[in-house]
T-cell receptor, first 114, second 113 residues
Framework: AQKVTQAQTEISVVEKEDVTLDCVYETRDTTYYLFWYKQPPSGELVFLIRRNSFDEQNEISGRYSWNFQKSTSSFNFTITASQVVDSAVYFCARDNQAGTALIFGKGTTLSVSS | EAGVTQFPSHSVIEKGQTVTLRCDPISGHDNLYWYRRVMGKEIKFLLHFVKESKQDESGMPNNRFLAERTGGTYSTLKVQPAELEDSGVYFC???????????FGQGTRLTVV
């Protein structure tokens, strides 16, 4: 299976700090999709972004931004000016070769204190 | 629009008993997935339905697990008989097509004692 690695198990920051969550993936495919999901304390996985392997432009959505570097097989996620509501577990994922399932990383638990 | 709903939210059963988890996908989503997260580990794929057909069940751990999706609407995942290592959070997700965003439910936390 092609792995997704989130090396940071837990990160703690104080409100208004910027924080970057790392994600490195393995692939032998030319075409693939990358994803980020957020799991707040309520438990459901909330979709944040999907990225096609052909689109290397960085993306910004409000305080969230994503840096896709194909050369290093990384898809990092930055939260600018973090808030307490950002506290959650964040999962990076990629689709499998058939596109029928997601391969998840172990997740990074982000704690933002006031 | 209602999201993906899962029942029950928690279940505690004894080893050897049977448990059935239910998932109601978003209306109109042909693709339905089951995943599981065992404590401290990755969320792992179990299987994928397209309508009522199993497209990929390569992630099912063993034959104690049986998933169905009669009529292509809701799905059930039965564990019989349950073992201690089956404890974890079982997630269901649905999507309109593959390779698009999948919408997840809140999960069912299963504890086998």
């Amino acid at each position: 299976a092609q792995k997704v690695t989130q090396a940071q198990t837990e990160i703690s920051v104080v409100e208004k700090e910027d924080v970057t969550l790392d994600c490195v993936y393995e692939t032998r495919d030319t075409t693939y999709y990358l994803f980020w999901y957020k799991q707040p304390p309520s438990g459901e996985l909330v979709f944040l972004i999907r990225r096609n392997s052909f689109d290397e432009q960085n993306e910004i959505s409000g305080r969230y931004s994503w840096n896709f570097q194909k050369s290093t097989s990384s898809f990092n996620f930055t939260i600018t000016a973090s808030q307490v509501v950002d506290s959650a577990v964040y999962f990076c994922a990629r689709d499998n070769q058939a596109g029928t399932a997601l391969i998840f990383g172990k997740g990074t638990t982000l704690s933002v204190s006031s | 629009e209602a999201g993906v709903t899962q029942f029950p939210s928690h279940s505690v059963i004894e080893k050897g008993q049977t448990v059935t988890l239910r998932c109601d996908p978003i209306s109109g989503h042909d693709n339905l997935y089951w995943y599981r997260r065992v404590m401290g580990k990755e969320i792992k794929f179990l299987l994928h339905f397209v309508k009522e057909s199993k497209q990929d069940e390569s992630g099912m751990p063993n034959n104690r697990f049986l998933a169905e999706r009669t009529g292509g609407t809701y799905s059930t995942l039965k564990v019989q008989p349950a073992e201690l290592e089956d404890s974890g959070v079982y997630f269901c997700a649905s999507s309109q097509s593959t390779r698009t965003e999948a919408f997840f439910g809140q999960g069912t936390r299963l504890t086998v004692v």
